[in-house]
């Protein structure tokens, strides 16, 4: 009786694993977050409480985002997403604010040549939103009215690092 039930899930005659990696090779692509998590943390409110006085002119803001990526393993990557803000007045800084925000991602089935635009547009698109909150927050609980980052074209931030590395690779051939 269990030789009938082998032979009807498919096992007799052949090797069970092989046909798993062939279900796996035939699955389409996938993609799952496995975890999110800050990296690195840091706030400076340089000017306390001064920052606060009546009449003080709006800071003027500077956002600097960079993306990396790294394969763990060949499924695993972790993503980096680095923001780096600075509110200035012509006094001096009025706050910085450096997050280092991390995500670790599961990538099966993925075309080789899509891989790439998947680590670097794709995942930091997926956790953008939960390190604008945290710099949201932060910046609200540092005594300052909240601030909401505008979405990030990562898209253009892809197409600008791959043409800086061409051009870095012209100028050394």
């Keep these: 009786m269990n030789e009938q039930r082998s032979a009807g899930n498919g096992e007799a005659g052949g090797n069970g694993e092989d046909r798993g990696q062939e279900q796996q090779a035939a699955q389409g692509p996938r993609m ?8 690195d943390l840091s706030f400076e409110n340089p000017r306390g409480p001064i920052a ?9 803001i500077q956002v ?3 993306v990396r990526a ?3 393993d060949a499924e695993r990557h972790e993503i980096v997403l680095e923001l780096n803000i600075e509110a200035k007045v012509p006094e001096g800084p009025v706050f910085l604010l450096e997050l280092t925000y991390g995500g670790l991602f599961a990538l099966a089935n993925i075309p080789e040549d899509s891989l790439q635009p998947l680590l670097m547009v794709e ?3 997926i956790l953008f939103p939960f390190a604008r ?3 949201a ?3 609200r609980d540092g005594g300052f009215p909240p601030l909401m980052l505008d979405p990030i ?4 931030l892809y197409r600008r690092r791959l043409a800086q590395a061409q051009a870095a690779a012209g100028g050394q051939a």
């Design 123 to 125: 995942c930091p698109r």
């Design 153 to 156: 074209d990562f898209v253009s």
């Design 137 to 139: 927050d932060l910046t």
């Design 70 to 72: 790294e394969a763990l």
């Design 32 to 39: 799952s977050i496995l975890t999110q998590y800050i990296k």
């Design 52 to 60: 606060f006085a009546q009449g003080q002119t709006r800071p003027e």
């Design 64 to 66: 600097r985002v960079d």
């Design 133 to 135: 909150r945290i710099v």
